[in-house]
């Protein structure tokens, strides 16, 4: 069984600076996916990035970028340069292999300040 | 390609009654996920389509739900003698085959059961 766990209900950054979301999730497989998934309010989920799990290098894309520490099971969000427009909620998402069964965890709710 | 589309947005109705959720993957996607999403939750798994054979089903897919994608197109999602805790934002996704793709999502239909 996969789980993943979002111990951050809530946070705040200010426009430009970078903020860190955490995540840490559990499964006994050893291929896997992981994902950080973006969805503003009242619309669309989006992906924001996403880590293949026998991949050593940390994905990015563009002001995103993840701290993927496989032993230790934790896979971080980092936004740097803080847009009003990444207001939203994140949620971490891992799926297996096969790409059925994706699970999430609770979500943060970010706040961009300005 | 417009994304993945789910008709209706909003559903309102009275408990007991039957309701019907439609959702329209991205066309060559032959990989379809239903979730459902309450408030301050991530989404949960509740089945997925590979063409028109449902594969997987949560055991949150309790036997007043039924699934369906006759064709490998588009899917319908039923749940009969609602519920108010049926209430939830229902989320469609879909995905190519291979492993890596990620999922996409719709807007959602969000049911409300009076």
């Known amino acids: 069984a996969q789980t993943v766990t979002q111990s951050q209900p809530e946070m705040s950054v200010q426009e430009a600076e970078t903020v860190t979301l955490s995540c840490t999730y559990d499964t006994s497989e050893n291929n896997y996916y992981l994902f950080w998934y973006k969805q503003p309010p009242s619309r669309q989920m989006i992906l924001v990035i996403r880590q293949e799990a026998y991949k050593q290098q940390n994905a990015t894309e563009n002001r995103f970028s993840v701290n993927f520490q496989k032993a230790a099971k934790s896979f971080s969000l980092k936004i740097s340069d803080s847009q009003l427009g990444d207001t939203a909620m994140y949620f971490c998402?891992?799926?297996?292999?096969?790409?059925?069964?994706?699970?999430f965890g609770a979500g943060t709710r970010l706040t961009v300040k300005p | 390609d417009t994304g993945v589309s789910q008709n209706p947005r909003h559903k309102i109705t009275k408990r007991g009654q039957n309701v019907t959720f439609r959702c329209d993957p991205i066309s060559e996607h032959n990989r379809l996920y239903w979730y459902r999403q309450t408030l301050g939750q991530g989404p949960e798994f509740l089945t997925y389509f590979q063409n028109e054979a449902q594969l997987e089903k949560s055991r949150l897919l309790s036997d007043r739900f039924s699934a369906e994608r006759p064709k490998g197109s588009f899917s319908t999602l039923e749940i009969q003698r609602t519920e108010q805790g049926d209430s939830a934002m229902y989320l469609c996704?879909?995905?190519?085959?291979?492993?890596?793709?990620?999922?996409?999502f719709g807007d959602g239909t969000r049911l409300s059961i009076l």
């Open positions: 996704a879909s995905s190519l085959e291979r492993s890596n793709q990620p999922q996409h």
């Open positions: 998402a891992s799926s297996l292999y096969n790409n059925n069964d994706m699970r």
